[in-house]
């Protein structure tokens, strides 16, 4: 049996687990509003909440009181749940949606200067293609030139002047 001050200290600490969950749950509202799941993913990540909320609850329990479940266990968290909702969520919410943009902005600022390497030995894999490219055709045409065959060139303008009439 508990004594009073006891029992306070149990409620307290339920209304905090239910301040916790709040939390988690804004975190878990936020990530699908950011990512739009499609719905297997989404049953996925509410599996992976409940676990962590149910995980989180039990963990409450079992510090405040060994995991005795008293009505006011249930309220407790009742209670945490709808002091954030009403009191923590509105200004936790800009600075969360905040935090994200700042963390989006960095993280496309690091991928920009990872890829930025690639692009440049990309850009220059092109024009050493389109050089040897042009130096093969070249040395194509002149290899017909000496076989006897019109020239690759005459080829190409026959081409465009069948399109063209």
């Known amino acids: 049996m508990y004594s009073i001050n006891q029992e306070a200290l149990v409620f ?49 329990l079992i510090v405040s009181n060994q995991a005795e479940l008293r009505y006011y266990n249930f309220m407790g968290f009742l209670i945490g ?3 954030y909702h009403y009191f923590l969520a509105p200004s936790l919410t800009g600075a969360l949606l905040g935090i994200v943009k700042i963390l989006s902005n960095y993280i496309a600022d690091v991928v920009k200067i990872c890829i930025f390497p690639c692009l440049a030995v990309n850009s220059m894999l092109k024009i050493c293609f389109f050089k040897c490219k042009r130096n093969i055709g070249m040395l194509y045409c002149r290899l017909m030139k000496q076989k006897g065959i019109k020239s690759c060139r005459e080829k190409k303008r026959r081409r465009k002047s069948k399109f063209l009439l």
């Open 12 to 60: 307290m600490m339920t209304i905090y687990g239910g301040v916790l969950i709040g939390f988690i749950y804004e975190l878990y509202r936020l990530f699908r509003k950011i990512f739009n799941p499609k719905v297997i993913i989404t049953n996925m990540q509410d599996m992976i909440f409940w676990s962590i909320v149910t995980m989180v609850a039990f963990y409450t």
């Open 81 to 83: 749940v709808i002091i």
